[in-house]
């Protein structure tokens, strides 16, 4: 039940903020005029943003929640949200299936949640 939680709220943040900072990206594109390299660099940042906060996300909320020696969500996590995330950060896919993605996250984290490795 913790993994579930834990991976709906990360998934559900990281989508947000990556998607919103890839938008920002774009408007600073189009208001300088399509110029070559406009945006790159907020587009650089919407990407290290929307890809590192997901194992901090995980990792924290699973601490907060009492979980320990939850090393294979946080890592196969954060491998899983490098794909379902940038293919549904995008833009290119329905609302529906934007939602069936992260869904599939979801159970994807509740299920590497059930594996805890021991603690010291």
Do not use: Q
Not at 59 to 74: I, T
């Amino acid at each position: 039940m913790k993994g579930t939680l834990v991976s709906a709220v990360a998934a559900t943040a990281c989508y947000w903020m990556w998607a919103s900072l890839l938008e920002r990206a774009d408007e600073v594109a189009e208001a300088n005029g399509r110029v070559m390299g406009a945006g790159w660099f907020e587009s650089l940042l919407a990407m290290i943003a929307g890809l590192l906060s997901m194992p901090v996300l995980l990792w924290v909320g699973m601490r907060l929640l009492g979980a320990r020696g939850n090393h294979l969500l946080v890592l196969f996590g954060t491998v899983a949200w490098l794909f379902i995330g940038g293919y549904v950060v995008d833009g290119f896919v329905s609302d529906t299936a934007t939602a069936a993605f992260l869904a599939l996250f979801v159970v994807l984290g509740a299920l590497l949640s059930l594996v805890e490795l021991p603690g010291e």
